[in-house]
């Protein structure tokens, strides 16, 4: 069961409090509006607020407890209430509540996760902020033993109240400004499933902080201090829940956490602008190095995805740990090729069409199309590369919580990078609408046909590859069926020193039958899966989905018998 609410907490923060509260409410949240003894002049303004029969609490301490004790009353009020997760909103109006609905479906399709903001910063922020919070996260890799954690300080996310509630009653955490990063820290030592979400973050002009500059920092630090004493003690246990939380979460990609920081791709992204690719490629290759050696989920992946091609071959060669290296490898190459692209540092001789007069004739007409891609190749270079015209007629259905730094990146490097996408974690009636009001206009929609979807809801087909049943999404047929348009299949393939991008006519048009729907939709999987598998078999190491591919879920099982 799913049942969100929003805790608010605040000390005299009041001056748009009240937006705040309207979209928590507008997305159908109760809300816990917690005074932590603000003065009188917010009193009143927050006072003013409280509407229970409209889904607005609040609550008032008449003596300051602190961030943590306020947000820890919320939870004890939501709990109270019968509720089974929590929004975490700062009353400061820093946060961009448009992420909301991404942080809502990650939790109801992840509901033991933690769902935690990944901060956009823009130039509002102060930069004494900024080193204190590369510091924290410095603290927190270590007291984690991961470099999971993208950020721990972030005010924005939804807390699964089981888990917290049981925190809170077996451990004293922090009641001021420490909380946010203690509790992140302590449930991610017990096991607590992690994601993270992109959301812009500013700093308004005149905004009141409660931060003082040397109580809150001396407090902190002796929080680091005591994480780290613990984390001495605790270490054998605190591995021991990571590897049960890999085993129990299963391999769903959207489930795993970015690896690598966002201050770090942007040293890369410094290097590539002063050496080119050449230089880049030998931190890249270092990089590489590390998360192979400590990734080890992903290293069975990718050593799994190689046995099988090299089985479903008939090759005698069973493929090792060096092969599955040179996977890990391959995918540094990839980033520099996409770091290039987005800098314009491709040579026009490194990329052709395959089928050029294709590509014209789609140009050329007004008609809208539907693209299916993959994580196969290199399908950044086909965006990257395309005309500002045709660029301007695509837009991509996007899942960027699980890689917020590189999509951030991106955008920095290319602002027009992220101009037409559509952030989507499952297929629902508002997004087919938006997709279809594009496609009219004479749009191109672009959709990964290789991940079942992020939200799950049991919209996955069996169908058969490499010699084996996989999970295949439905939404990429569902969409075409509802839009009535073109359907393509885009690939974008190293071969030697260049790149060369297919696009496949795919369906003329892919209606789908009222009777044995499920059956249409499975063949059309399987259509899609075997000429994917064509490609994995000219050349494997060019597959870039870094998790257990063929792993069902159980929605995806109930989804797969019909």
């Known amino acids: 069961m799913f049942r969100p609410c929003a805790i608010v907490p605040s000390r005299n923060h009041f001056a748009v409090v009240g937006d705040i509260v309207g979209g928590l409410r507008a997305a159908g949240l109760p809300v816990f509006l917690i005074d932590d003894a603000s003065d009188d002049a917010a009193r009143g303004v927050l006072a003013a607020l409280h509407a229970p029969e409209r889904g607005v609490t609040v609550h008032r301490f008449e003596a300051n407890q602190g961030k943590g004790g306020a947000v820890i009353k919320g939870f004890e009020l939501a709990s109270d209430r019968g509720f089974t997760h929590a929004v975490q909103v700062d009353a400061d109006g820093q946060h961009d509540l448009s992420a909301l609905p991404l942080l809502l ?10 769902i935690v903001g990944a901060p956009e910063f823009d130039h509002s922020m102060p930069r004494a902020r900024r080193f204190g919070r590369w510091i924290t996260h410095l603290w927190v890799c270590i007291e984690t033993l991961s470099l999971q954690v993208v950020d ?36 991610m030592w017990r096991g607590t499933p992690m994601c993270f979400v992109p959301v812009r973050v500013s700093y308004p002009a005149g905004n009141l902080s409660n931060f003082d500059l040397w109580r809150d920092n001396l407090r902190i630090s002796a929080m680091h201090a005591r994480l780290f004493g613990t984390m001495l003690l605790r270490w054998r246990q605190i591995l021991r829940n990571r590897r049960r939380l890999h085993e129990a979460r299963g391999s769903h990609w959207s489930a795993m956490a970015e690896r690598g920081t966002y201050w770090g791709l942007r040293c890369l992204g410094r290097i590539y602008r002063i050496g080119g690719r050449r230089l880049l490629m030998l931190p890249l290759l270092a990089v590489g190095l590390y998360f192979y050696v400590s990734g080890s989920e992903q290293r069975r992946a990718s050593l799994s995805f190689l046995r099988r091609v090299a089985a479903f071959q008939g090759s005698k060669r069973r493929p090792g740990r060096l092969d599955s290296l040179r996977h890990s490898l391959g995918f540094a190459r990839r980033t520099a090729d996409t770091f290039a692209a987005w800098q314009d540092g491709l040579a026009p001789d490194e990329i052709e069409l395959a089928n050029p007069e294709e590509l014209l004739r789609l140009t050329s007409s007004a008609s ?26 695509l837009t991509v259905l996007v899942h960027t919580a699980h890689s917020a730094n590189f999509a951030r990146l991106l955008q920095r490097a290319q602002p027009e990078a992220a101009i037409n996408t559509l952030q989507v974690t499952e297929l629902s009636p508002a997004t087919a609408m938006a997709l279809k009001e594009v496609v009219d206009r004479g749009g191109w929609v672009a959709i990964a046909g290789d991940r079942t979807p ?51 006519p795919f369906a003329e048009r892919l209606a789908l039958p009222h009777r044995d729907r499920a059956a249409a939709l499975d063949g059309w999987a399987q259509r899609y899966a075997e000429r994917l598998e064509e490609y994995c078999l000219r050349d494997p190491y060019q597959w870039y989905n870094f998790f257990d591919f063929w792993a069902f879920r159980p929605q995806e099982i109930a989804a797969g018998a019909g």
């Open 105 to 114: 479906s990650l939790g109801k399709a992840n509901p033991t996760a933690l």
């Open 152 to 187: 721990s300080m972030c005010g924005f996310r939804l807390y699964p109240l089981a888990p917290t509630a049981a925190l809170l009653a077996e451990e004293r955490l922090g009641r001021g400004m420490d909380f946010d990063t203690e509790i992140l820290v302590r449930l």
């Open 368 to 393: 809208g199309i539907l693209l299916i891609v993959s994580h196969y190749g290199n399908v950044e270079l086909s965006r990257a590369l395309l005309s500002p015209e045709q660029r301007a007629r």
């Open 454 to 504: 992020a939200g799950g809801h049991g919209r996955a087909s069996r169908a058969r590859f490499l010699g084996e049943d996989a999970p295949f999404p439905q939404g990429p047929y569902i969409i075409a069926h509802l839009l009535e348009c073109p359907v393509y299949l885009m690939f974008c393939v190293r071969e030697g020193r260049r790149h060369r991008l297919y696009l496949e």
